[in-house]
Structure formats: C-alpha cells, structure tokens
C-alpha cells in the first residue's frame, strides 16, 4: 500500500497484494485516507474468482462454496439455495451485542479484510471487493458490537456485521456520527447494497482482522506512552532529589537489553543539565542508592518496550498474511486450514497487558513517594500549600491507585480461556477479540497514571524553587503550566487531571521533552 496519510482528500492509497505497514492502518484507521485496489489485486481477485466458479459448477462438494459452514458443512446446498445460504450466513453472525466499538477499530478491521482480500486468496468477486472499498472510503461506519467474537474463526460476529451492512442491511454511523439503517445511507453515499454469491460470506468474516486492527492501534499507542513514562520518571527523580549515576551507559551495558538501553539514555538525556541533580551530587551528600520505583525505571520501561517490540514483530508477520478458511491456493486448489485461529494475537495481546501494568505500577510508586513527607526529601505532605487545611494532590493519587487496580486485573490474560462452540467443531478459540479488548481499556489508564504523576512531579519540581529542574523537565513542566496552574491552596483537581491526560494523548509533553534533550548525555555521567 502505498499512500500519503496527510488527509482525506489526498489520492487514494492503493491497496495490493503486498504486506501492509504499521502507517497505513493508522492512516485509514485515524486519519482517514481513502484507498483503491491496485491492478495487481484486481488481476488476482478476478483470476481466484474463476477456480470459484469452477468449484460452484461442479458436483463434487467444495465447503464453503457450495456446502454449509462449521458443523453443518455435510450438508450440499442446490445452486438456486447459495444466495439465500450467503445472506443467511451474515444475518445470523452478525450477532453481536453490547456497546458498538470504536469507528477507528471498525475501519481498520474493514482495511484488512480488503487487504486479505486483494491477496487474491479468498475468492470474492472483483465487485464485491470495490464495494468494501467504496463503503470505507465512504465515510460509513458499519455498527459492530463490542460482544461477539471469541477470536476463532477470526472475528466473526464483528466482521459480520460490516458484511451484513455492505448487503444494505444492519446500521451504520454516517459521517456525522448518526446512526442510520445501511438500507438508507449506502444508497446515499452512492453505494450499491451487494448480494453475495458462493463463498463471499465466508471470505467477509472468515479473518483476524479486528483483533490486529487493535492490536496495530495499541501498538503505536504503547511505543508513544513508555516515552511518556521515561519523561515522567525523569521529573519525578528530579522531583525526590535522585541522582542520574545509575542510568550512566556504561551500567546498562553490564545488562545489554536494547529496552533498558534505551530508556536509560532517554533517562540520561532529560536529566542533563539539571542544576537539582547538581545540586546534590558531591561529597557532601550522604544518601547511597534511589528507591527501586528510581533506580530501576530503565530496567521496567525498558522490558516494556522489548516487549511492544516482539508484539510488533507479530502484527507485522498477521499484515503480511492472507487468514481465510478455506483458502484458494495459487494453483486454484481450495484447502481449508486453521489459519484463522487467533492465538498469535491473542498472547502478544494479552502479552502487553502485563509490561503495561508494571509501568503503570512503578509510576504509582513515584508518585506516592512525593507525596509521602516522610520520604519526599523536604516536600510538604501531599504538596499542600497548608498541609492540614489542604490536601493537595492526596485523592488525584487514589485516583491513580484505583486505575492501577483496574490495569492489574487486566494483566489477566484472556487467551487461556476457551469456551467450546458451533457443536464442538470450534472446540478451542483464542479469545483474542476479548484480549484486545481489554488492552484498549488498558492503554487508557496507563495514559492516567501517567497524566497524574506528571502533574504531581511538575508540582514538586515547582516546590524545589529556586532549585531549576533540567531543560528537557523543564520544557515539559512549562507546558503543563499552560493549562494547569502552579502550587497553591486547593482547588478543583479533576479538571487538571484532564488537562494533563489530553497533553499526554496529544503527545505534546513528548514533543517538548525532544526539543530540549541533551544528546551529550550519551555518555553517561562519571
């Protein structure tokens, strides 16, 4: 796929045969970049279509072409039965239930059942194919339900329901976010509903694709906010007084994880220059060694982010695949296979849940240790201005203790759940989808966490005064200082919170700790 995400209205990415990347789910999820079949994809779908047509001639039973699906697949169905058998397929997956789940999940699970589409291994006629792409670049947001997919035989019941609206039935949001039945607005749009013709109701649902839409998502979203925890554990060090000694590069090589190298350096790169770090460094200071919640913040954003790399590996191995059952080969045989089985995803989901917490929870520790008089090296308790009469940030940290709670449970991996289904013929499933699913949730409340140790440590680098925190801390506290006021007498903290939580998501707080980094500090400090 080749394609520039800049906006909507750019040319229309193409979309072939070849493995996507990383960007252009996030250009079609997020940024809306419309897409059009390559000639290659239009070659192979149109050349797979015909060994189809072979098939659905022929007298011999083919399954998923002219025979039932799962546990009824025994039963041959007449050809005067096969669009009734499509249609019938659709209607009943589409069974989800719930709360719809995010347009940018369903447009990306919608770009990578065209993309597995336009492999040339799925069978669906070229029309079919242009209609999908039309439906997405239309704006319309096919209603797909949180509840409904076990992550075997791919994502059904989501997928479904995007199959189920390009045949002009179901609901789809339209373009300003109303919710509309398909039999209006795809004739709006200029979309004729389709009806399927042997094995495209298969070939429409038969895919992972949800689960590695959310999977891409959480990627790109994870990478941005481990960055974050680098900057907010910087601050906080600062904040409590630490020293820098023990990022120092030559440490790190004693352990060569290229995760905790690289956090220790970013670790090292914010905190040059810090006259507080200075301030404490000669002989005259008696403290040893940081707490581990410190010291070891490296050590944790750094197996994160080794972690988040293999996730990476795997969504790039699923964006290079063709997950359809059964599968039309190159010689025109149709094989049914188990490539649709979402365990792959379903533990690098589940996988990144874990790192995820920890980070959470090693933020929670800081941010308790600058508010704890007892352990703050001089802060006032809680960083109330009137420590009795003020409270300070005290409940903004049992909101962040009660997110934590919430990102521990989700640790909790799905994937080793199986609830056997379709009269036992799908008697083992991944749970993917649900793995997924709980992952958005946490990424969320990492982002938080994290919002709410920056404030607390921008608070308590502002206590330090005159003491001046390092540019790169410095630049981020300042930012935070345009939507959230400094220390003072109480006031309404949720607000602050937000405030805080959109600089994260935003990924302004990265942008300024960048601009001010000190890449000298590569070397570490003797």
Known sequence: MQHNAEHADNEPAEIGPEPLTFEDVLAVARGHARVRLS????????????????????????????TGFGALAVRHIPPERRAALQASFVRSHAAGTGDPVEPEVVRALMLLRLHTIATGHTGVRPGTAHALAALLNSGLVPVV??????????????????????TGEGEVFDAAGYRRPASEALPAAGIRPVTLAEKEGLALTNGTDGMLGMLVLALHDLSELVDVADITAAMSVEALMGTDRAFAADLQRLRP????????????????????????RGPDCTRVQDAYSMRCSPQVHGSARDTIAHAGTVAERELASAIDNPVVLDDGRVESNGNFHGAPLAHALDFLAVPLADVASIAERRTDRMLDVARSHGLPAFLADDPGVDSGYMIAHYTQAGVLTELKRSA???????????????????????????LRSAVIGLRRVLAIELLTAARALDLRAPLRPAPATGAVRDLLRTGVDGP???????????????????????RAAAGHVDPAAEGGHQ
């Open 257 to 280: 994880h290229p995760g905790q190298a690289h956090s220790a350096r970013r670790m090292r790169e914010l905190l040059a220059n810090s006259p507080i770090v200075a301030s404490h």
């Open 412 to 438: 909790a991996p799905a994937s080793v759940d199986s609830v056997p289904t379709s009269a036992m013929q799908e008697d083992h499933v991944s749970m993917g989808w649900s793995a997924a699913r709980k």
């Open 39 to 66: 000639e290659r994809a239009e070659q192979g779908i149109g050349d797979t279509r015909k060994h189809i047509d072979t098939l659905a001639a022929a007298e011999q039973p083919t399954y998923g072409v002219s």
């Open 145 to 166: 339900h949180e509840y409904g997919s076990l992550g075997c035989s791919g994502d059904l019941a989501p997928l479904a329901a995007v199959a189920l609206a390009l």
């Open 488 to 510: 003072g007498p109480d006031r309404h903290v949720a607000p602050e919170i937000e405030a805080a939580e959109q600089l994260v998501a935003s990924g302004a707080v990265r």
